[in-house]
């Protein structure tokens, strides 16, 4: 069985990869991981600094900064040096490390995207039946991210799926198995795309077109149309996160589709590969981008509006000012 120290950084499927695309790769992912981090570190700045926290759909916000905040601790300093240098600098156990985690906070930006919508739903339907979600909810959807992503990381490291090179020969990333590569390769992977591929997008996009057509139908008041405006934000989000992805999607499609139709790994495009690793680590920018123009509570802290603005007051305070206007 394969464990953590076993792989060979030698041993790489993938061809030629050309040197002057991976400067060029490695030049982008640390302008967009520096500015991705800056994005989210300035996002937890705030919460720490502000009590945004005190409402409920905060806290799904910040488990998604979480996930991309890690995966742009990943990319500049690890990723984009090696791809800069042309090879990867930091050892096969560390390669096998960054692999996992980078699996791990890929798993959960997905998984905590599907539950920001879902919560959305959830709320729209719960006031139709004038009940309340409660913070055990909230909690409880953010343990769940947090076991799928180490369910659908940890494998790989231990001979169920495999870390190895990714096609720019950079850096070590999941490694679509074949027909021939036994249960334990095809049974990880399977799964892995149905459960954190397939049903998130599917449910992302059922349970945000449930929960905009409770909300035209029940939200009325002022306070529940800053709520449409948040869901209509969120969905914005959850396009323009998944649209960066799609390069992700194709390449893994190239990458997987022939092994298991036809049993060999075919030569991928380095433009492809190229823009899926810069699109997915600009995708981190967006939750930020999106909540700054689109909620009016974490505009108004990130902007530093504390005099004007109950989303930096006193929690107490926050409550009652928030009453008092609604």
Not at 200 to 219: D, Q, S, T
Not at 253 to 266: A, T
């Amino acid at each position: 069985m394969q464990t953590l120290f076993d792989y060979n950084e030698d041993e790489c499927p993938w061809y030629y990869f050309d040197s002057s695309y991976k400067t060029l790769l490695g030049a982008c992912l640390i302008v967009f991981g520096v500015f991705g981090v800056l994005l989210n570190a300035w996002l937890y700045a705030t919460f720490i600094h502000s009590h945004l926290v005190i409402f409920k759909s905060h806290v799904l916000v910040l488990n998604l900064c979480t996930a991309s905040l890690g995966r742009n601790l990943l990319g500049f300093p690890f990723a984009g040096s090696s791809a800069i240098a042309k090879r990867w600098l930091f050892g096969p156990a560390c390669c096998q490390l960054f692999a996992f985690m980078n699996q791990f906070f890929g798993v959960f930006q997905m998984i905590a995207l599907f539950a920001i919508v879902l919560e959305r739903y959830l709320l729209a339907r719960y006031y139709r039946r004038e009940r309340n979600v409660y913070f055990r909810y909230y909690w409880t959807l953010i343990g769940v991210c947090w076991m799928i992503a180490v369910v659908f990381a940890a494998p790989p490291l231990f001979g169920y799926g495999m870390y190895s090179c990714d096609s720019t020969g950079t850096v070590c990333a999941l490694l679509w198995p074949s027909l021939n590569s036994g249960a334990r390769q095809l049974g990880f992977s399977v799964p892995y795309v149905i459960v954190c591929g397939i049903l998130p997008i599917v449910g992302i996009f059922f349970f945000m077109g449930k929960a905009i057509r409770l909300e035209r139908i029940y939200y009325r008041s002022e306070q529940q149309r800053e709520e449409r405006r948040l869901t209509k934000c969120i969905h914005v989000l959850c396009i323009i996160t998944l649209a960066l992805w799609i390069p992700a999607a194709v390449l893994a499609g190239w990458q997987w589709l022939p092994v298991l139709l036809y049993g060999y790994r075919p030569h991928v495009p380095q433009v492809l590969a190229l823009f899926a690793s810069i699109a997915a680590e600009a995708a981190t920018s967006v939750p930020v981008l999106c909540y700054l123009t689109g909620d009016e509570r974490i505009r108004a802290a990130l902007l530093g509006r504390m005099r004007k603005h109950y989303a930096l007051l006193h929690p107490e305070r926050a409550k009652r000012y928030r009453r008092s206007i609604y």
